[in-house]
């Protein structure tokens, strides 16, 4: 949540931005175990993905893997909370988090987490 705001992506920043970042777990081993060539493929194999891709991403070779990270990218965009308490004690309102919740926030801070 939220990802599109970050500065860099990832807890070390090695990530510049969320394409960059969508490719990671599809190839991790821990995540998704997948290589770039596989995930074209399987792509390629399913006629409405090829569809969906080409309306996409018009003029270019649709299934690509740079293209599977910019639609991920697109869609995690999306994923935003906006108005969330948080937001609203950021604004100002100190009523927004309780005593517990500044606490953990200013723990988070210190302890470098939010760096």
């Given at each position: 949540?939220?990802?599109?705001f ?15 970042q ?9 995540e ?5 060539e596989?995930?074209v ?40 909370t ?34």
């Amino acid at each position: 949540l939220n990802a599109v705001f970050n500065a860099a992506q990832f807890w070390d920043g090695r990530a510049a931005d969320l394409a960059e970042q969508a490719k990671g777990p599809v190839q991790a081993s821990v995540e998704m175990n997948n290589t770039p060539e596989l995930v074209v493929e399987t792509l390629q194999s399913i006629p409405r993905y090829v569809e969906l891709f080409s309306e996409a991403f018009p003029g270019e070779s649709p299934v690509s893997f740079d293209n599977v990270a910019r639609a991920l990218e697109a869609f995690e965009a999306t994923l935003v909370t906006p108005g969330s308490r948080f937001d609203q004690w950021i604004l100002g309102d100190d009523s927004a988090l309780d005593g517990t919740e500044r606490r953990g926030l200013e723990l988070f801070v210190t302890s470098g987490c939010a760096s």
